[in-house]
């Protein structure tokens, strides 16, 4: 399932089912699950883990050291879950010592072409990023987040949970689970619903999250009374929880 082409390193891990494409190169602390399938023309080096039934296409670089000035050669990682979809021309690095360590990346994820996920990223399941969506370092995405086409992502922005972003959006600050986002530089413009529906969500469920939302953009309130707010509304809509569990741990502030 190699192609004569490609050089893999001896001390690299393959399940027996892995197939690597023409003139990829696979470095000496590469671990590769079952079912996965690498193009032509991949570099993936770096200490990097890659899990079951993914596919990675051609011309993507995973793995290499971190664009960071303070990097001194650490051994720090890049974790990559199961049935990841990832398009051509992208590039993942690993993680910093000053950080986690690791970058990572879940399960089910479709990363379209040219996406970059800097040092210490943390990208959770069920992502959609298109093309051109560029993370710098230390940037946390929740799961069910899609971020539209050219979106640019600020260093340790933290984008909520069924979130989404327009083409072309300049993120700076943090984006609340639920709410849909656009423009240069980011501002809210209402929630997912369309994505919630989608997804399962009740009518009633989504109904508490336009309160929430009201609530932290709408009523004039500050952040704190606006936390309390949803806080007891949380009580009867669990959904809630997840849009307080973000609020408590941002730290760059929300998009207003």
């Known amino acids: 399932m190699i192609h004569t082409t490609a050089i893999v390193d001896p001390a690299a891990r393959l399940a027996a089912d892995v197939e690597?494409?023409?003139?990829?190169?696979?470095?000496?602390?590469?671990?590769?699950?079952?079912?996965?399938?690498?193009?032509?023309?991949?570099?993936?080096?770096?200490?990097?883990?890659i899990g079951k039934n993914n596919r990675v296409f051609q011309f993507c670089s995973l793995g290499e050291c971190p664009q960071d000035k303070k990097y001194g050669g650490e051994p720090t990682r890049l974790e990559i879950g199961d049935g990841n979809t990832i398009r051509e021309f992208c590039t993942f690095n690993t993680g910093t010592a000053q950080d986690v360590g690791v970058t990572r990346l879940g399960d089910d994820n479709w990363i379209m072409a040219y996406v970059?996920?800097?040092?210490?990223?943390?990208?959770?399941?069920h992502t959609i990023f298109?093309?051109?969506?560029?993370?710098?370092?230390?940037?946390?995405?929740?799961?069910?987040?899609?971020?539209?086409?050219?979106?640019?992502?600020?260093?340790?922005?933290?984008?909520?949970?069924?979130?989404?972003?327009?083409?072309?959006?300049?993120?700076?600050?943090?984006?609340?689970?639920y709410v849909t986002a656009a423009g240069n530089f980011a501002k809210p413009y209402g929630i997912n619903q369309e994505g919630l529906k989608r997804r399962g969500f009740s009518t009633a469920a989504i109904t508490e999250i336009k309160r929430a939302y009201r609530a932290l953009y709408k009523s004039g309130q500050t952040l704190e009374e606006a936390r309390q707010a949803i806080a007891e509304r949380a009580i009867r809509c669990p959904e809630l929880q997840l849009l307080l569990e973000f609020l408590s741990g941002s730290t760059r502030g929300l998009i207003r």
């Open 20 to 49: 690597i494409g023409a003139y990829s190169l696979i470095g000496p602390n590469v671990e590769i699950g079952a079912g996965t399938r690498i193009g032509p023309h991949v570099v993936i080096g770096g200490h990097t883990r």
């Open 116 to 125: 970059h996920l800097a040092h210490d990223c943390q990208i959770g399941s």
């Open 130 to 177: 298109a093309n051109n969506a560029q993370l710098a370092g230390h940037v946390e995405v929740g799961d069910y987040a899609i971020l539209g086409g050219f979106t640019v992502v600020h260093q340790f922005v933290h984008i909520g949970a069924h979130s989404i972003t327009a083409m072309g959006t300049i993120v700076l600050q943090d984006i609340p689970p």
